[in-house]
């Protein structure tokens, strides 16, 4: 990055702007969400072609996609060398890299043997296309990894602040208090697959000590599509072979002047040849379309084994373990687990933006197929009751964007309780701490009133809780706050039957044993 | 006094009958005072009048805790969590007295940063000069010996115990069960740990924190109350429009007034009963001072 030119002028922007975004990606004192990265997951065509195939089905939240494929098919690859933020990333930590040549592994077929899987896994229903996703293996790495780390660190030497100082550290409270609500996340959530997000992420960088842009123009399928779309771009280089006078190009170009002749679909209109040709030869012009060398689809082998492996795959990675299973809970609003796999990118956004870090990525709980998709762990957050962020975030739909009344009458899944672990059952105790909390104005959890023994042979009035199931949305917040240390006195779990609860009429009449003093 | 040195004495005089430690400190007589009115501001600034102004409170230079209950994820006419206006005007006189700083917060059952922003709170405390709405720390938590009835020892949280003045503010509402929820449970907020595990003998409990984390004044929001489905409630018809405020340097006396807003006796409420048995309070409203305006 020596030179100025417009495309790192528009790369830097973008960058800012999905950092900004990135970091916006959260509860913000309102209860709209004005601007998400998924903003660049609606523009991606990958997440579209595979939502496509997936769903067999089109969303409108998808229009962006569809147009920027368009116009990538009209003026060529410009999103990988003016937007994609990832691409920015590995021109600015490139040039630290020592370049040692292509990996012969990942030269030829090797990028369609990474988008026709996919493709074809989601043509079985599975949608995988996010795990190689660009902009998802951004966000991943930084939602799940860099972002918590710096949150950490940060807080980490707040809190040693506040050792050495004690309350004297509220003379600097104010600046922290800028950083805390503009720059980290605001709660300390250790992440499942954080250290295999920060990997991929840190092996896409990795590759540029092969060539510069290696992912780019090797593997990622986000690029061989629009590659494809790009051979139809009328606009050509001219001259479209490297010049015997000079040959500087091979030199300058970050992708496609390997060969002799510029490879079309590798081009990413970084334009640094145009600006930095001695002799001001280099134009872009426009053209026959379908210019280009080699034929415009891989050989019918490549094509073929592609898709198949993914059929065949997306098939082979079904085992689900029951046990965990039952624990798989899906955001508010999710109402069919294929349909949910068939729509979710695994990009992380929803994750991101759970107020109470409620949503994890899914490692084995969902089988091999569900991995990174996003499931509520209620022990470690529920899921509030007033909040929709999840759904507004997410890029393809795959959780609805309900309104607050809507989203309240969800099925998450159903509360149970466990006698053996909750307390007025198990220790002949009063509690009730779940009933407390439970959001559901008539109440999901009640309590009946009885006199029993406990095991000391003491009269004791107690308060029995149970569920009522026709009033439970499965928010969790049940289970996350019962005192029972390790295992909750009462637990969440999925249900097939996702039917919304009945509209709330006022509050529906409580049982009146469930006062105990009335 | 210093807080601990008066801790001490506390702790010393419960060894005597509780009678003579109620003649000594309480004597001669708790007031309450109770204003009504629907301009709550008004009114809350009236129960203070009534019982000689904040400046009896609030010494010049003082760094004032208003701990009102924004617990939850409602708004204020759910009548979950206290009034904004209630805890404005308080934030305001505390300001007028000459406080340094008054600082307002709560461990909040739900989301903090909606709990804050919908209990209207937050607005109703923006831009004012010395008045901080914090979100709780958890470094900040002490742990602090109780030596009480069941609580050995509990995480309080520091700027509560540090503060010159601590000021509970609470919003009466049904509780599952303790009944009620007012002065005595509010200080739950300002408690670390597994709280939820003292619900097991909660009336002791809470009595073991106020005898540690004493209210210097205590003003309870009943502009409405919730009368069913607490702590949280979240439906209408569970609201009670009662357009009064309540203020005492007795926790006690002012649960027990605050009781009768539901129709109940303070013996009804084991909390206000085990408080009143351990010397922190009145609970017999005939042996209390009633001023009304
Ligand atoms: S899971 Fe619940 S709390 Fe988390 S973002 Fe979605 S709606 Fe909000
Ligand atoms: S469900 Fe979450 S991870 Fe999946 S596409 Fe939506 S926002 Fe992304």
Avoid at chain 2, 217 to 236: E, K, N
């Amino acid at each position: 990055m020596k030179r100025i030119t417009s495309a790192r002028i528009s790369q830097l922007l973008f960058l800012v702007l999905f950092l900004v975004l990135f970091i916006n990606t959260e509860y913000r004192g309102r209860d709209e969400i004005n601007g998400a990265v998924n903003a660049f997951f609606r523009a991606d065509p990958l997440v579209a072609a595979a939502y496509l195939l997936a769903a067999k089905a089109f969303t409108w939240l998808l229009l962006p996609a569809v147009l920027l494929l368009v116009a990538t098919a009209l003026l060529g690859r410009f999103f990988c060398g003016w937007i994609c933020p990832l691409g920015t990333i590995l021109d600015l930590l490139g040039g630290r890299f020592r370049r040692r040549g292509a990996p012969s592994l990942f030269t030829g077929n090797a990028k369609y043997w990474v988008l026709l899987p996919l493709l074809g896994a989601a043509l079985a229903g599975i949608n995988l296309a996010g795990l190689l996703d660009p902009l998802a293996i951004l966000v991943r790495g930084l939602a799940f990894s860099l972002h918590p780390l710096l949150g950490d660190t940060t807080r980490g030497a707040w809190v040693g602040l506040y050792r050495v100082l004690g309350e004297g550290r509220d003379l600097l409270a104010p600046g922290y208090a800028l950083i805390r609500d503009h720059v980290l996340p605001f709660r300390e959530t250790a992440y499942p697959l954080a250290f295999l997000s920060a990997l991929i992420l840190a092996g896409v960088i990795g590759l540029e000590g092969c060539e510069s842009r290696c992912w780019c123009r090797r593997l990622c399928p986000l690029g061989t599509l629009l590659g494809l779309a790009a051979r139809f771009s009328p606009f050509n280089r001219r001259p479209e072979k490297l010049c015997a006078d000079c040959r500087a190009c091979s030199g300058l170009c970050p992708t496609s002047f390997d060969r002799e002749i510029l490879q079309k679909e590798e081009c990413i209109f970084c334009m640094e040849c145009a600006v930095r040709c001695p002799s001001a030869r280099v134009r872009f012009l426009p053209g026959s379309p379908l210019a280009g060398e080699g034929p415009l689809l891989p050989q019918r082998r490549v094509l073929l084994g592609g898709v198949i492996g993914g059929l065949l795959a997306a098939r082979f990675f079904r085992f689900r373990d029951p046990a965990a299973q039952a624990r798989v809970l899906r955001p508010p609003g999710v109402r069919d687990e294929g349909a949910f796999l068939a729509a979710c990118v695994r990009c992380g956004e929803c994750m991101k933006v759970c107020l109470r870090s409620a949503l994890y990525p899914a490692v084995l709980q969902s089988g091999v197929e569900g991995l990174y998709t996003p499931v509520l762990i209620p022990r470690l957050g529920y899921c509030e009751y007033n909040c929709t962020l999840c759904g507004q975030v997410c890029p393809t739909g795959a959780i609805p964007n309900l309104p607050v009344p809507a989203k309240k009458r969800e099925v998450i899944g159903k509360a149970v309780f466990d006698r053996n672990h909750c307390l007025p059952f198990a220790k002949k105790i009063n509690c009730i701490v779940c009933e407390e909390h439970c959001p559901i104005p008539a109440k999901a959890i009640r309590s009946r009133r009885v006199l029993d023994t406990d095991d000391q042979g003491r009269q004791v009035e107690l308060l029995v809780p149970y569920v009522v199931d026709e009033l439970c949305n499965g928010c969790g917040i049940c289970e996350n706050v019962c005192p029972v240390e390790g295992k909750a006195g009462i637990e969440v779990f999925a249900v097939k039957d996702r039917t919304p609860l009945r509209e709330f009429q006022g509050p529906v009449p409580v049982e009146k044993g469930g006062d105990p003093y009335g | 006094m210093e807080r601990r040195t008066f801790l001490k004495l506390v702790g010393l005089s419960s060894l005597f009958a509780e009678g003579a430690f109620r003649r000594l400190f309480a004597a001669p007589q708790p007031t309450v005072a109770v204003a009504r009115g629907k301009d709550y501001a008004r009114t809350t600034r009236s129960a203070l009048a009534l019982l000689g102004g904040m400046k009896r409170f609030v010494k010049p230079g003082d760094v004032v805790v208003l701990k009102p209950n924004m617990g939850w994820d409602r708004t204020p006419a759910q009548a979950a969590n206290t009034h904004p206006l209630v805890v404005r005007a308080l934030a305001e006189e505390a300001l007028a007295a000459g406080a340094k700083r008054v600082k307002v917060f709560d461990r909040t059952c739900n989301d903090e940063r909606r709990c804050y922003v919908q209990s209207g709170i937050s607005d109703a405390l923006k831009g004012m000069k010395g008045v901080e709405l914090k979100f709780i720390e958890n470094e900040r938590f002490r742990r602090v010996p109780i030596k009480g009835a069941v609580l050995p020892a509990w995480e309080l949280y520091d700027e509560a115990l540090s503060a010159d003045v601590f000021i509970n503010v609470p919003v009466a509402k049904h509780h599952g069960l303790s009944r009620l929820t007012l002065g005595l449970k509010n200080v739950m907020g300002v408690m670390g740990g597994n709280r939820g595990s003292i619900h097991r003998h909660l009336d002791d409990a809470l009595a073991d924190i106020n005898s540690v984390l004493k209210s210097h004044l205590t003003v309870i929001d009943a502009t409405r109350i919730l009368t069913d489905h607490g702590p949280q409630g979240g439906s209408p018809a569970d609201v009670k429009v009662m357009d009064t405020v309540i203020a005492s340097t007795d926790i006690v006396a002012a649960d027990a007034y605050a009781t009768t807003l539901f129709g109940l006796k303070p013996e009804d409420i084991p909390v206000t009963v085990a408080a009143h048995k351990r010397g922190l309070g009145e609970m017999n409203l005939k042996r209390v001072r009633i001023v009304t305006a």
